[in-house]
């Protein structure tokens, strides 16, 4: 590495970067902001100088990555630019990487790894054909609460048994982005942007603690349009973002069961769901794990913390939840809200593995696996059937919403 510290640079300056990641560095040692690129590079000059101001590194910023990555004080790169860019991205990382340009210890992606099977593959292929150590970016299961309750219930299962029914949800009122309604560029609608979470959790939850132990076998799956593509709400992401939900709809609502097999041949299952149509106080993750004599509840917008804003104060309120659908009444606070998502947590342990020499606990190949299932996943909704894994080809495969032949409902129903 340059120095003892580990010098990252960030490839996207949109949100996930600006509000979670970057803000994570002011409390990880052994690591600073070295560069931000993207492609307005005023975005980027804007998260760097928040990196100064927070005293988390003397980043560049640029609008070109193989400036990012060339530079000496960069020895990692955080991946988090629009989906329908990170093969190229990749690409353009390995490829400096390989010509010489580039010295980097690790690269880490964020959630989803890609829009399609085949595009994660490559992305997986690409990396592991060099010496980079890799990190798959998957907050949730760095989640405290998760950790805390999985440890906890773990621990019972040891006389009782183990847990057998994980349930996940993320829901909000809808992406901020235009590119996130897009189902070519983001590959799909909230399923691909939201159940890869979902899946990703319950399976860790169901998972034996440091082994990965299950297979999955089958999965079912509905995906249906229920409110973005009512003519009040289409005409609205039509002005906003450009995006015409009355013909080209990506679904908002999702749904699934994924069925493990355990060593012991017995099943496990981890439900699913999420939606772009949940109208609340803002982002609301809720997480349940069940076994023979115990459960857990984790809900992010129970925090124990509230405000109230009155009409009169409302114009002076500022940002409390991430999605918040509004500015007054009583809204829950999350002190640290990178953190109770995992955020911080995730960061320190990528930093600490990369600096080891290492793959972070969640690597590339567990990236691989979440758009298995959710490859999968789309293939159940659109056959309108269990489909098993043991006799699927994902290869070629191309979501409806994310090749434009979504029609809005679940498959099978006439109407």
Same mark, same amino acid.
């Given at each position: ?26 409390r ?12 307005? #590079?005023?975005?980027?000059?804007s ?37 329908h ?17 580039a010295?980097?210890?690790?690269i880490a ?14 992305? #997986? ?13 998957e ?12 440890e ?10 183990r ?15 235009? =590119? ?20 990703? #959790? ?25 409110? =973005?593509?009512r ?8 002005e ?11 679904e ?5 069961s ?8 017995d ?12 109208v609340?106080?803002? /982002? ?20 124990g913390?509230d405000?109230?804003?009155s ?10 939840v ?11 606070? /999350?002190?640290r ?7 911080l ?33 789309y ?12 006799? #699927? ?21 006439e109407?």
């Amino acid at each position: 590495m340059a120095t003892d510290r580990l010098g990252v640079g960030f490839v996207g300056a949109g949100f996930i970067t600006r509000e979670f990641h970057a803000p994570t560095f002011q409390r990880i040692r052994d690591a600073d902001v070295a560069g931000v690129m993207n492609p307005t #590079v005023s975005k980027a000059e804007s998260v760097a100088d928040d990196c100064r101001t927070a005293g988390s590194g003397d980043p560049i910023a640029t609008d070109d990555v193989r400036e990012l990555v060339s530079h000496e004080a960069v020895d990692a790169v955080w991946i988090a630019s629009p989906n329908h860019t990170r093969l190229e991205t990749v690409r353009a990382v390995v490829e400096a990487v390989e010509q010489g340009q580039a010295e980097l210890e690790g690269i880490a992606i964020e959630k989803p790894l890609a829009r399609t099977y085949d595009e994660a593959r490559e992305i #997986v292929d690409l990396v592991e054909d060099t010496d980079l150590n890799h990190a798959y970016l998957e907050n949730q299961v760095h989640m405290p609460g998760v950790a805390k309750m999985k440890e906890l219930l773990w621990d019972t299962a040891v006389g009782s048994g183990r847990p057998y029914l994980a349930r996940s949800a993320e829901e909000h009122s809808g992406p901020h982005s235009t =590119w996130f309604w897009d189902g070519t560029k983001q590959g799909g609608g909230v399923l691909n942007d939201m159940m890869c979470h979902s899946h990703k #959790v319950n399976k860790h939850l169901l998972s034996r603690p440091g082994e990965d132990d299950l297979t999955p076998v089958a999965v079912d799956c509905n995906i249906s349009t229920l409110k =973005w593509g009512r003519d009040e709400y289409a005409d609205e992401l039509a002005e906003e973002y450009d995006v015409d939900y009355r013909e080209s709809p990506s679904e908002d609502y999702a749904s699934a069961s994924v069925f493990y097999e355990t060593p012991d041949g017995d099943l496990v299952v981890g439900e699913a769901t999420n939606s772009w149509c949940f109208v609340g106080s803002g /982002l609301r993750i809720t997480i349940e794990l069940l076994g023979p004599e115990y459960s857990g509840t984790i809900n992010t917008l129970e925090s124990g913390t509230d405000v109230f804003f009155s009409d009169r104060a409302a114009e002076e309120a500022g940002y409390v939840v991430e999605k918040q659908a509004a500015d007054r009444g009583s809204m829950p606070v /999350l002190a640290r809200e990178g953190a109770t998502y995992g955020y911080l947590d995730q960061n320190e342990h990528v930093v600490e593995a990369f600096r080891a020499g290492e793959n972070a606990s969640e690597d590339l190949t567990d990236g691989l696996e979440v758009a298995t299932l959710v490859a999968a996943s789309y293939l159940a909704a659109e056959r309108g059937e269990r489909v098993t894994f043991d006799s #699927v080809d994902l290869e070629g495969y191309v979501p409806e919403p994310a090749r434009g032949d979504f029609e809005a409902g679940p498959a099978g129903l006439e109407r």
